[in-house]
């Protein structure tokens, strides 16, 4: 069985992809997320840095999976350089496990945009979106807003939830994003390429 941690911005972000990837994986992988008392900006600090080195020591995991928003589009290069230069120091703090990036264009809140059938269902809206979602711009905005007036409001705690019933494939065929990340998550052992 891999083991593989999950390091995000919020726990609500690491639960949820952990919930939309344990369909997919969870016959060869087992998740967990760590430093989850380090929230948002906490994860520039030396502190983070050291806990994540102290969580993956003695080969605890064989994968570590970062996982943050952009808060931009995949175009400014000045925000996307920012977060590879986090990665890196996630990467050099990482003892002995591999480790990969799940950057979020935008926000997480984008992949809800690729099964929007789900979204419409649970929250009695009638949204449409045929484009990949990494092209709209503060999708969990977007989100609150076009459930401002409905009976139930969309909150970010709702994703952990949605990601359970997120359908995988529309996800994959869908975000540019997730798919680039997949197939990275693939490339890191072998047990991982064998499940389509």
Known sequence: MIKIALIGEDPNDTTAIQNLLIPRFGSVAQFKAICENLKGYQLESAKFFKQVGIETNGGKFDL???????????????????RLKWYQKVRQSATSCKTILLLNIWELEAMLFADLELFNRKYGTSLS????PTSIKDPKEKLKSETRKAKRKYVESDCRDLFCELDF???LSRCSFFRE??????????SLQKLN
Do not use: G, M, P
């Open 64 to 82: 570590v999976l970062c996982i943050r928003d952009l808060d931009a589009f995949k175009s400014e290069t000045r925000k996307v350089n920012e």
């Open 129 to 132: 979106y045929t484009k990949d």
């Open 169 to 171: 494939n529309k996800v």
């Open 181 to 190: 990340f997949i197939l990275d998550l693939q490339s890191k052992h072998t």
